[in-house]
């Protein structure tokens, strides 16, 4: 496995190894800090394409707050062990700088609803950092498939709709997001938690889980997730950001609840911000 540190130095290796013309190239954008949900992204990329690169950067213009810029966990050796373990052929860990040609920045972006609600709106300007940071990414490495696990749903949204009207043909694979042996969805974050933080975090995916029996057992989706959301909210260490049913496609307040694909939730637990979410049904 090869480490890259500069956009110069992807395109020696590409150029060397006629990369873009004989192979096909799976990317997975990661910032680094892997664990194994990463490590499934990697593992389905090196099944179906010839060349993985992995990329990792801490990109600073999808953080609005820079305490949690500086507090985003940095593993560089183990990531290495990982990514190789899980199949990856190279590593391209650039400097911000670098990637973005100067002084990383982000234009601003608005899909309304998409860009805009939940996690846009929670943490304003997000979705721009994202937006840029992965247009960078596809330019400089023209992959035919890009990978993005399903934890992040609205960044796979927001990161398909960036696909389809910038890079046509860039396939963008959602991956099922992965969760612990208690069900605490793997996230880079849960580095930060205490014991007793990862028991209060467990509370998020259970109550995702019981919506999901309610509504099998016959309960309407909404008395169903109104209910969890006022469980959640009862506890003090859960700072509840949202708990809502949504539809993958639009990440509109509005959907009816007849259109809703999946759950979402945003807390802070013990300090550090935590996203899940389930599915309900499947929803073209
Ligand atoms: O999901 C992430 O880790 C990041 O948002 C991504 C897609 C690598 C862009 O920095």
Redesign the pocket.
């Known amino acids: 496995m090869k480490i890259i540190r500069t956009s110069v130095g992807l395109n020696h290796w590409f150029n060397e190894h006629n990369i873009q013309i004989n192979k096909s190239l799976g990317l997975v ?3 680094g800090a892997l664990h194994q949900g990463h490590a499934s992204l990697i593992e389905k990329a090196s099944k179906e394409c010839d060349l993985v690169v992995v990329s990792i950067l801490v ?1 600073p213009t ?1 953080f609005n707050e820079k305490d949690d810029l500086d507090a985003y966990p940095r593993t560089m050796a183990a990531d290495v062990e990982i990514a190789k373990a899980a199949g990856c052929n190279v590593i391209f860990a650039p400097t911000a700088e670098d990637l973005y040609g100067g002084k990383p920045k982000a234009e601003p972006v608005n899909w309304g609803d998409l860009t805009h609600s939940f996690e846009g709106k929670c943490r304003p300007g997000h979705f721009d950092g ?1 937006i840029a ?2 247009d960078k990414l596809f330019d400089a490495i023209k992959p035919d498939k890009a990978y ?1 696990g399903a934890k ?1 749903l609205q ?1 796979v949204a927001v990161v398909q709709k960036m696909a389809q009207i910038r890079y046509p043909n860039i396939e963008i694979v959602s991956c099922e997001l992965i969760r612990d042996s208690k069900g605490l969805a793997l996230s880079s974050r849960n580095i930060r938690l205490t014991n007793q933080g990862v028991k209060q975090a467990l509370k998020l995916s259970f109550a995702l889980s019981k919506v999901v029996e309610k509504i099998s057992a016959g309960e309407s989706e909404k008395t169903a997730v109104d209910a969890a959301r006022n469980e959640l909210k009862e506890y003090d260490e859960i700072d509840l950001e949202y708990f809502n049913g949504v539809n993958f496609h639009t990440f509109s307040h509005e959907d009816k609840p007849f259109e809703w694909s999946h759950i979402v939730v945003a807390a802070n637990v013990d300090g550090v911000r935590l996203i899940d979410n389930i599915e309900l049904e499947v929803v073209d």
């Open positions: 954008p990661t910032m990109n999808q994202v940071v992965v993005f992040d960044q």
